[in-house]
Each structure stands twice: as structure tokens, then as C-alpha cells.
């Protein structure tokens, strides 16, 4: 069965700092993998998809992720972190065709 | 344009009730998917519609039934409340809900329904 698993519950960073958010999957063949962020009484939005095309995957906002099947991670990063940033943060994979499957949210903090 | 609509945005129940509710795609989109978002979780697989036939389902009791309307929008009906249905309940629209296709799913602001 597919899975994803976020190693941080929480990420406090400071304003104008790397983010990094880590994100493990398990799956017997080749994932579509996804974030998604959550501002407070919004919905969810997609940052980024990767769907075995580049291993190096752009997104909005400054965000990028990169697939490494070594590894089985697909983690988020950003060179520099806005107050704008601060959201939960939820690591996706595909399990068929309509269905995804969450992992359990990063609630990242950024200080000023 | 508009995006996924969900009413009402909150609710309050008591247990032993039942609660419809409702959510309107983005135009053009015919696939509706359902999800529950316990407090401190991620969102949880309940439904979903394409062209107004279930589609697929997730782990979740028969309490939990929806429908697909000719004009896309979908309604999630929750029978006999129990205290732990208390979530955000969340509706996703796609075009024909393949996420195989790489098609992009978008999320409403959801409903949060709280069970007294």
C-alpha cells in the first residue's frame, strides 16, 4: 500500500531562512507526488506535483521539491522564508486513479 | 472566475442528527471528491463523483452517502451524528477526477461541522 510520511509535526523558522520539510513515501511502483498548504479558513492549495517527469520540481511561490527514489523522499524546500509562508503543510501521493492519500501535516511557524 | 464553494461554512449538531452538505465546482469541472479533516490530521478519502455515479469510497461508515446533481454540484449527507464526525469537510473538483492523468484537484474552503 502507498503511504507518505511527514518527519516534522512543527517547523519554526525565522524570517528570510531556508525551510525545509520532510516527506518519505512508500510505494511498490512509481508515485505521483504532491504538497498541498493550508492557510487558517482557506482551502487546500497545491504547491507543486511531481509525476515522474523531472526529478526537480517548481512550484509556486518559491517552493520546490525534489524526488529521490534512492531515498524515498520527495522533500519541500524554500531559500528564504515570508511570514506569508506560515500554513500547514500536507505531503500527498496518489493511491489510483481518483483517490489521495494525505500525510498527517507539517505546521510550519515563521518568527520575525 | 469562481472557485469550489462549500455551504455553510459552519454548522452545529447534536448527536443522533443528520446534516446535508453542499458543495458547487469550478465550472467545467464534473468530478466531485469528498474528504473529512480531523482536527490535527490530514484529510481523509470519503467520495468521489464523476457524471453523477460514485466513482469510489473510502473507509467510512454507511451513515456516510452523497449524490451528484445534473449540474455538478454534490451533496454529502451524514446520518445518526456521532461526537468524532466533528471535522472540516472539505469538496474537491477536477475535470474528470483522473488524478492518473495528472489532473489537478481543487479544494473548497470546506465546512467545519461540529457534533455536540
Known amino acids: 500500500a502507498q503511504s507518505v510520511t511527514q518527519l516534522d509535526s512543527h517547523v519554526s523558522v525565522s524570517e528570510g531562512t531556508p525551510v525545509l520539510l520532510r516527506c518519505n513515501y512508500s510505494?511498490?511502483?512509481?508515485?505521483?507526488l504532491f504538497w498541498y498548504v493550508q492557510h487558517p479558513n482557506k482551502g487546500l492549495q497545491l504547491l507543486l506535483k511531481?509525476?515522474?517527469?523531472?526529478?526537480l520540481v517548481k512550484g509556486i511561490n518559491g517552493f520546490e521539491a525534489e524526488f529521490k527514489k534512492s531515498e524515498t523522499s520527495f522533500h519541500l524546500t524554500k531559500p528564504s522564508a515570508h511570514m506569508s509562508d506560515a500554513a500547514e503543510y500536507f505531503c500527498?501521493?496518489?493511491?489510483?486513479?481518483?483517490?489521495?492519500?494525505f500525510g498527517a501535516g507539517t505546521t510550519v511557524t515563521v518568527r520575525a | 472566475d469562481a472557485g469550489v464553494t462549500q455551504s455553510p461554512t459552519h454548522l452545529i449538531k447534536t448527536r443522533g442528527q443528520h446534516v446535508t452538505l453542499r458543495c458547487s465546482p469550478i465550472?467545467?469541472?464534473?468530478?466531485v471528491s469528498w474528504y473529512q479533516q480531523v482536527l490535527g490530521q490530514g484529510p481523509q478519502f470519503i467520495f468521489q463523483?464523476?457524471?453523477?455515479?460514485?466513482?469510489g469510497r473510502g473507509n467510512f461508515p454507511d451513515r456516510f452517502s452523497a449524490r451528484q446533481f445534473p449540474n455538478y454540484s454534490s451533496e454529502l449527507n451524514v446520518n445518526a451524528l456521532l461526537l468524532g464526525d466533528s471535522a472540516l469537510y472539505l469538496c474537491?473538483?477536477?475535470?474528470?477526477?483522473?488524478?492518473?492523468?495528472?489532473?489537478?484537484?481543487?479544494f473548497g474552503p470546506g465546512t467545519r461541522l461540529l457534533v455536540l
Open positions: 474537491a473538483s477536477s475535470l474528470a477526477g483522473l488524478i492518473r492523468f495528472q489532473e489537478t484537484q481543487y
Open positions: 510505494s511498490s511502483y512509481s508515485p505521483s
Open positions: 511531481y509525476t515522474s517527469a523531472a526529478t
Open positions: 500527498v501521493v496518489r493511491l489510483n486513479d481518483y483517490k489521495l492519500s
Open positions: 465550472s467545467g469541472h464534473k468530478s
Open positions: 463523483y464523476y457524471e453523477k455515479e460514485e466513482r
